[in-house]
């Protein structure tokens, strides 16, 4: 299914441009299907379904079919979150133990000035943790949850050999306080990706509110802005069109997975969606609190929300659920997220001085759904493809210097990274459970390197950026690999 309004409103926009590169990018990665979104004011102006939801049934993917967003539901916690502080029931600056007076980590004193803006704005200092793998032990088929929706709580745990238990957010609680790990810094020093952190904050919503997250996020968002496409319970999936969920597996062929039911992690990166909801959902954003010039919330909550606390090293903010460029082009400001997870890559923004907004959504896990977006948001403006990519120039560095960066970089979720030199050569490896990945690394300043990872899959000359973190001795402690801070451990 296709539309297009026409180049009045979409002046730059070169919708055959665009469809080419999307199915190029298509054909190349295997993604089954992708559907992509864009409105102007209350009009939706262009979309187009590419490929199909479900290899197996062949459906055609329209605005209406219903995709994971993974991540993206950030922001709608983070809404949830500042609608309580407009009725008065938190306060984003004040500590999380005001609200969970069970959380706690061994290092207490940092628990005590852990605040809901940094949880917020992943700027804890709590590191990656493996805890969404010990989720994942326990989470349940959407057959099982509709034979028994009870079933996740009579799951045995006798299987999971010793590890740690997670069922719920009391149990992730439990989990963090109880958990060895180096915290990153005092509260507010840095920024790294927290799915923790978001996951507890599900847990204020629910008993600042007396409502399970659902039901506050039904009653407050979903329901005035008529997203009634737009759930979290998977019983409502028989309800409406849905994507097939697809990964690869370790040999490279893309297989399908089941939709899975998981109580912890819930309000970082559980709702389900269409593209015509999460455009209805941006047009809160670009018209400052208003829907069908209903006030849903007040200005200062989109702004709270949209404003930009944290800068990272490649020039973007982190908001509250949204990262945000205010000066992406010409007075141009772009706020945008993605979401990544089993069977789905995802990606909304929006450009509030025209009330622009785009959606993508696919079925592929590490599609990447954000150059689908960026090039979209791209044609629009009228600008080359690439202008959202950070292009770094080489230089040439001390051998001695760059010694300080090679080691052994791991995170909790998982993530093991060594960078190596054969005393010429830089070079990043990405172990993986089954095999390693070796690519080749350019300095591009003391603190940077850029990777050129994935041409053949992504089908152009993108090179991820990494930065280095030093210590007051002059030694790296940690490199940035996009949202996360990894720490260097050998």
């Avoid at 026409?6 to 299907?33: C, I, M, Q, R």
């Amino acid at each position: 299914m296709s539309k297009y309004g026409g180049d009045k409103v979409l002046k730059n926009f070169n919708p055959n441009e665009f469809e080419d590169y999307v199915s190029e990018l298509k054909e190349k990665t295997g993604v089954p299907g992708i559907g992509v979104g864009i409105s102007i004011g209350d009009n939706l102006e262009y979309f187009k379904g590419f490929g199909v939801l479900d290899v197996e049934k062949r459906q055609p993917i329209t605005p209406d079919t219903v995709f994971g967003l993974a991540s993206v539901t950030k922001s709608f916690t983070a809404l949830c979150i500042n609608l309580l502080a407009e009725e008065k029931k938190l306060s984003t600056a004040h500590p999380v133990k005001r609200y969970l007076s069970e959380f706690t980590i061994l290092r207490s004193w940092a628990a005590d000035k852990m605040t809901i803006h940094s949880f917020l704005t992943h700027t804890s200092g709590i590191p990656p943790l493996p805890s969404l793998d010990y989720v994942n032990e326990l989470s349940i088929t959407l057959e099982e949850y509709l034979k028994d929706p009870n079933c996740l709580k009579n799951k045995p745990e006798d299987s999971l050999g010793g590890k740690p238990v997670i069922r719920d957010n009391k149990d992730l609680l439990q989990f963090i306080g109880n958990y060895e790990f180096e915290l990153l810094g005092r509260p507010g020093q840095y920024l790294s990706y927290s799915n923790d952190c978001f996951s507890l904050l599900g847990e204020v919503i629910q008993r600042v509110s007396g409502l399970t997250y659902e039901q506050y996020l039904k009653k407050n968002i979903l329901d005035p802005l008529g997203m009634d496409h737009t759930f979290i319970d998977l019983a409502a999936l028989s309800n409406f069109e849905v994507q097939g969920l697809y990964y690869r597996d370790d040999h490279g062929n893309v297989v399908k997975a089941p939709w899975k039911h998981r109580e912890a992690f819930v309000s970082s990166g559980s709702l389900k969606s269409s593209i015509n909801d999460l455009l209805r959902y941006m047009d809160l954003y670009v018209n400052k609190g208003f829907c069908d010039g209903n006030r849903i919330c007040e200005t200062g909550t989109i702004d709270r929300i949209t404003s930009p606390y944290y800068s990272l090293e490649d020039g973007t903010y982190y908001g509250y659920g949204f990262q945000t460029e205010p000066e992406y082009s010409n007075g141009i400001t772009l706020i945008h997220h993605g979401g990544n997870i089993v069977g789905v890559a995802s990606y909304i923004g929006f450009i509030p001085e025209r009330k622009i907004k785009v959606a993508v959504l696919s079925n592929l896990s590490n599609f990447p759904a954000s150059k689908v977006f960026f090039a979209a948001v791209n044609a629009i403006l009228g600008l080359p493809r690439s202008y959202n990519e950070l292009r770094m120039p080489p230089v040439d560095i001390p051998s001695y210097h760059l010694e300080k960066l090679i080691g052994r970089y791991a995170s909790g979720e998982g993530t093991e990274i060594t960078i190596a030199s054969d005393g010429k050569n830089l070079f990043y490896i990405t172990h993986g459970k089954n095999r390693e990945s070796v690519y080749c690394a350019t300095p591009t300043g003391y603190d940077s390197i850029s990777v050129q990872r994935d041409r053949e899959v992504l089908g152009d000359e993108e090179d991820i950026n990494l930065f280095f973190l030093f210590d007051p001795k002059g030694q790296v402690w940690a490199m940035r690999q996009g949202l996360r801070l990894i720490p260097k451990v050998e």
